[in-house]
């Protein structure tokens, strides 16, 4: 059983920052994948960035530039700094874990809301 929880989201003007983490628990491999998801209200989940146990990192086109994805595998903890926020950034963030993809485990999700 692995668990995976988020912390960190909440209201952010456009153009701030917020930082996300998150801890990971029970049964994780150290060769999962991590990623960070993201769900608006009425659209489908999509990654916004992933990243391997080795540290090669992929990222959403709609975000390059602007979050930076990091890991702390003495941890188990993977973050998200996100700058420069923009009012379609707004969403319930979740945290995925798996091998090959971070799609096996899913944490609960933390709302990020960017008001304009």
């Known amino acids: 059983q692995v668990q995976l929880v988020e912390s960190g989201g909440g209201l952010v003007q456009a153009g701030g920052s917020l930082r996300l983490s998150c801890a990971a628990s029970g049964s994780i491999s150290s060769n999962n994948a991590m990623g960070w998801y993201r769900q608006a209200p009425g659209k489908e989940r999509l990654m916004v960035a992933g990243?391997?146990?080795?540290?090669?990192?992929t990222y959403a086109d709609s975000v390059k530039g602007r979050f930076t994805i990091s890991r702390d595998n003495a941890k188990n903890t993977v973050y998200l700094l996100m700058n420069n926020l923009k009012p379609e950034d707004t969403a319930v963030y979740y945290c995925?874990?798996?091998?090959?993809?971070?799609?096996?485990?899913w944490g609960q999700g933390t709302q990020v809301t960017v008001s304009s």
């Open positions: 990243i391997t146990n080795g540290g090669v990192t």
């Open positions: 995925g874990a798996g091998y090959p993809l971070p799609h096996d485990y």
